[in-house]
Structure formats: C-alpha cells, structure tokens
C-alpha cells in the first residue's frame, strides 16, 4: 500500500469514505480500484468506478504524480499574459487537443520587472509533480540540465544549449525595411527592442542589412530603444518625431511599440502614412484594429505555439527532436504605409512639449 495515492479532501468535496459508503465497499476497496490493484472483483471495480463517475470524486494530483510518475499536464510559463503570449497559447491550446494532456498556464513575473532566472524558480515549483514538461515563453536563460523535458519559444539567449523555436527574426525586419525603402523612405528609424533580447538583435540586424544592401547609410541616431515597454518607446518615438530632420517612417520591433509609435504621431498632429509610415513586427490582433490598421511583419504565433507543443511530446515520448526549428515570418501591407511625402509636415518641423508617460510592459 505504501505506493497507493493518499486523499485529502477540502471541505465540500467528495471523500473517498462517501464513495465506499455509496458503494456499500470499504475504503481499502476503494482505494485498490482507484490505484489499480489486484484483488477486487470485476464486478466491484466496475460498481465502484460508476459511483465515482457519478459523485465527481477525484484523487489527488500531486499523489497521482507519485504513483505513477506521470501527471499528463504540460506547464506554459510566460513573464505575463500579454498579446504576444496569448497568441501562442492559442496555438499550444488547439495542438492539445485529443493529446491526453491537460495545460497549466503559469505567469511568472505578473507586475514585475523582468528578471533573469525566474524560469528556474518556477520551474522548481512546477516541475516533477505537477508538470511532466514545459513550455517556456522568451525565457532569459538556457534552459538546458532541468529536471523535465523544456522548449523554449523565441528565448532571450538565441537558440543555444537547449531545444528552442523561433521565427526568423533577420528575414522578417528585413521584409520590413525593405518595403518601405520600395515607398521611397531614406530616413527610416528604428524602435528596437529590449538590449539584450535575440530578437531584438535579430531585428536591429536586418533593418541594418536592408539599409546596406540598398545603400542608405546607417545613422544611429535613427535608432532608439523602446524596450517593449510603453514608457520607453513614447520616449524614443518623441525623440525621433521631433527632430527637424525627423524620419519619414519608422520600423518598430513589435507591434506593440509600433501602435505607441502611432499615438505619439497622432498627438503631435502627424497624419499616418501621409507624413509618416509605421511598421511592427508579431501580427497579433490589435495589428489589424490599430488606426489606421497596421502594416507589419507576422510571426506565425500559432504555428509556433503548437508546433513546441510537438516538440514537446516528442521528448516526453523519448524521441529525438532538432534542437533549432525556425519558422518563416511573412510582410503583411496595411494601411500605416505609404509613399514618401513630398515635404515634411508642419507639424513636426517644431518641437511639442512630451506628454507624461507611464510605465508598463507594452
């Protein structure tokens, strides 16, 4: 009996004595039905498993996991539920579905800065008895010598020292420049990314590329760091819409800072694309309910969702998997793009006082 599950049930819950009282057994029955002994009748066990059905009972998961080393419930872990994590749980979700797992959406860092390692911390608290495997969502660390199988989507580090999917970040940023270099643009900024982040280099790398293969040469100051936070990226989008020589379009590493890029330019009176055009990076939904609509470059947020969740089954089936797969990321022309405008509007041409920002993960 010593590997049988133990039942602690709260108040309110059905016990395992109110399923031996319904089934006119007693409990040491019960408890061999459940944990799957020998030495009770079939007619019994059928008897008991019915009553079980029937009152709702349920046994302890953590117990469960005990017995049989196996949860069948896979962790998601995301710093927070924001757009771009929705999204992928979406994919992940559909993937599920006929697995026999179950998901468990963990939030690490709800309300907090961002901080390297808090995977880890999670990870301990999840792992071995209430998850089997994990999906972790831009993790800041390698995600490798961990108790439980791992994939990691878009992780802070790059594809290194464990199994990670991405989209292609170089391609994608490149896509974007070069369509508005197609509409004329010379002076095109760059709202980057969170320092430190792959993608956010990755990105910066192909605006960079784009620009060179073209011609144009690079000015820094063109480029200034959002962070993916909408305090950070209202400031870098004031700075650079209100220059005298300010940009004619600006590319934005997600979406979510390319939708700030537009608030600053309607606030200061700046018609989006006639004096400026604006393109994001990630496609999620409020891309397409932006004003005007926003062009941009779509990772395929469910694709990757669902495709990590099959990474991950194969390892937990213990099969071999690629320790990179990469995804290709596709332009999507909206409304925030246009031609060149003839001259600069008069709207820019004079500095405006900068608005009070607030902080906040954008």
Do not use: C
């Amino acid at each position: 009996m010593e590997n049988d599950v133990e039942f602690v049930a709260p108040p309110g819950r059905v016990t395992i004595k109110d399923v031996a009282r319904a089934s006119g057994v007693s409990v040491p029955t019960v408890s061999k039905v459940v944990n799957g002994r020998d030495g009770v009748a079939s007619a019994t066990s059928q008897r008991v498993l019915a009553i079980i059905d029937e009152l709702g009972y349920e046994t302890s998961l953590v117990a469960s996991s005990l017995r049989r080393s196996r949860t069948n419930v896979i962790g998601i872990l995301v710093t927070e539920f924001e757009p771009f994590s929705a999204e992928l749980l979406q994919g992940i979700s559909s993937a599920a579905t006929g697995t026999g797992y179950e998901l468990l959406a963990y939030a690490g860092l709800v309300g907090a800065e961002t901080q390297p390692g808090w995977e880890r911390r999670s990870l301990s608290r999840l792992g071995g008895t209430l998850i089997d495997g994990a999906i972790v969502v831009t993790p800041t660390t390698l995600m490798s010598k961990l108790s439980i199988p791992v994939i990691s989507i878009d992780p802070h580090t790059g594809p290194e020292g464990h199994a990670a999917i991405d989209s292609d970040n170089v391609g994608g940023a490149r896509a974007a420049t070069e369509h508005l270099i197609g509409l004329g643009h010379q002076r095109i900024a760059h709202v980057r990314g969170r320092t430190g982040l792959a993608s956010a280099e990755l990105r910066e790398r192909g605006y960079r590329q784009a620009l060179d293969e073209a011609g144009i040469p690079f000015d820094p100051a063109l480029v200034q760091v959002g962070g993916y936070q909408t305090a950070l990226t209202t400031d870098a989008a004031f700075r650079l819409l209100t220059t005298r020589d300010r940009p004619t379009a600006v590319f934005a590493a997600n979406d979510s800072s390319a939708i700030g890029v537009l608030e600053v330019a309607h606030r200061l009176g700046l018609r989006v694309p006639d004096d400026l055009s604006v393109v994001g990076f990630d496609d999620i939904p409020q891309a397409a309910n932006a004003k005007p609509p926003l062009t941009t470059v779509a990772q395929p947020l469910h694709d990757l969702g669902a495709r990590a969740l099959e990474l991950l089954l194969q390892l937990l089936d213990g099969k071999a998997i690629p320790q990179h797969v990469q995804l290709p990321a596709s332009l999507v022309v909206r409304a925030s793009t246009g031609p060149v405008p003839t001259s600069p509007s008069a709207a820019a041409s004079s500095p405006a006082r900068q608005p009070s920002t607030g902080a906040g993960a954008s």
